[in-house]
């Protein structure tokens, strides 16, 4: 597509269900990042995927969160019983990577993000 | 990732050119100087991107001297819309990696 497309924008849920949230990369970039961003705070890396490698988890905060990436293209991060702390922003980008004929590190295209409220 | 500084806010009048510094000491050869804008309730956008010198486009001018352990974003008039987080990043050329933001600098463009 045309841009990094997230769904849910908006999710209201209940302490302990469960929430998945899709992101849409960038059509052929291979490499897609996972960020969550709390009211007034950073970026927090979450989760990197780069083509076909396993995937860079060290920035998940626990156990109820995965994440994974079907067929190279779509990524849909879940968590598990969810808590009031996980409110917050959950922002995808994707990345084209660089290779032979490129130059320069990597230049991230975020989506509008998927906003997460646990009651 | 080599580790940036920056400062976390500042604020300037309608019109006047910005500087927004960034410290990295150790940057490496191979480690390029990115900046993104952040607005409210948007994901952050790219800026520019530069190795070395002067880079200019549309938006801004990146300003990195010789030795590269800084790097100066400079925004020329800014306007109210202009109010924004201001990320530094420095990351290397070639393949992939995982990618870390900082606190960035928090702009505001005061009437």
């Known amino acids: 597509g045309a841009g990094v497309s997230q769904s849910p924008s908006n999710k209201v849920t209940e302490k302990g269900k469960d929430v998945e949230l899709r992101c849409d990369p960038i059509?052929?970039?291979?490499?897609l990042y996972w960020y969550r961003q709390s009211l007034g705070q950073g970026l927090e890396f979450l989760i990197y995927f780069q083509g076909n490698s396993a995937p860079d988890k060290s920035g998940l905060p626990s156990d109820r969160f995965s994440a994974e990436r079907t067929g190279g293209s779509v990524s849909t991060l879940t968590i598990q019983r969810t808590q009031q702390e996980d409110s917050a922003v959950y922002l995808c980008a994707s990345s084209l990577g660089t290779g032979r004929g490129r130059s320069g590190a990597n230049v991230l295209t975020f989506g509008a993000g998927s906003r997460l409220t646990v009651l | 990732l080599a580790k940036t500084t920056q400062p976390i806010s500042m604020d300037s009048y309608e019109g006047q050119e910005v500087n927004i510094t960034c410290s990295h000491n150790?940057?490496?050869?191979?480690?390029?100087i990115t900046w993104y804008q952040q607005f409210p309730s948007q994901g952050p956008r790219f800026i520019i991107q530069?190795?070395?010198t002067k880079v200019t486009n549309e938006v801004a001018s990146l300003f990195i001297p010789a030795d590269r352990k800084s790097s100066t974003l400079s925004l020329p008039r800014v306007s109210l819309s202009d109010t924004a987080v201001y990320y530094c990043l420095v990351g290397r050329s070639g393949g992939y990696q995982k990618v870390t933001f900082g606190t960035g600098t928090k702009l505001q463009v005061i009437p």
């Open positions: 530069g190795y070395k």
């Open positions: 150790n940057i490496a050869t191979n480690d390029y």
């Open positions: 059509s052929g970039h291979t490499a």
